[in-house]
Antibody, heavy 119, light 110 residues
């Protein structure tokens, strides 16, 4: 069965960077886009960006351009999202989600990774 | 960037009642690219509807979606206890390849 397993919770100081991983199994990693979505404390879902695991092409939401870097290691079916210049309002649960290009939705999600930004 | 506005912000209903959730887009979008998700605390979101009116795998038929252009609706015909959650609409804008979510509707038990 399809699974996306994310790295564990992390605590970072303001100004630092965080890198979250998302390891896929149960399907061909390069066949579906991987997206990153976050939910800040008390807020709704917020799309951050998308990566094509086959080509490495990425696209980020305007709000995150210049601060988010998405990458992958196809040999281990793992996608990464790195967010730099962390602020307290970046404290959130970060999800990876698989894009289904046929139904145009996020059909499988990782379990979420809590990133806490605090001094 | 297309903005999705959901209403109401909070909906308080009882099990057995009917829920109607609205999602309005700032400009016309293709039905193909409108999806709905259910999100419960401590869990990952789950897709309910895609293409505005197609139920995702395993979604019970009490959930239905409709709409076109700028106005879309998610209806839950008869609320079950497990349906109380936050619901989000989401759109994909093909020309820009940008994705946005609505701010969510919280469905609470009355």
């Amino acid at each position: 069965q399809v699974q996306l397993v994310q790295s564990g919770a992390d605590v970072k100081e303001p100004g630092a960077s965080v890198k979250v991983s998302c390891t896929a199994s149960g399907y061909t990693f390069t066949s579906h886009g991987i997206n990153w979505v976050r939910q800040a404390t008390g807020q709704g879902l917020e799309w951050m960006g998308w990566m094509n695991p086959n080509t490495g092409e990425t696209m980020s939401a305007p709000k995150f351009q210049g601060r988010v870097t998405m990458s992958r290691r196809t040999s281990i079916s793992t996608a990464y999202m790195e967010l730099s210049g962390l602020r307290s309002d970046d404290t959130a649960v970060y999800y990876c989600a698989r894009w289904d290009g046929t139904s145009c939705d996020f059909d499988y999600w990782g379990q979420g990774t809590l990133v806490t930004v605090s001094s | 960037e297309i903005v999705l506005t959901q209403s109401p912000g909070t909906l308080s209903l009882s099990p057995g009642e009917r829920a109607t959730l609205s999602c309005r887009a700032s400009q016309s979008i293709s039905r193909t690219y409108l999806a709905w998700y259910q999100h419960k605390p401590g869990q990952a979101p789950r897709v309910l509807m895609y293409g505005a009116s197609n139920r995702a795998t395993g979604i019970p038929d009490r959930f239905s979606g409709s709409g076109s252009g700028t106005d879309f609706t998610l209806t839950i015909s008869t609320l079950e206890p497990e349906d109380f959650a936050v619901y989000y609409c989401q759109q994909f804008h093909s020309p820009s390849r940008l994705i946005t979510f609505g701010q969510g509707t919280r469905l609470d038990i009355k």
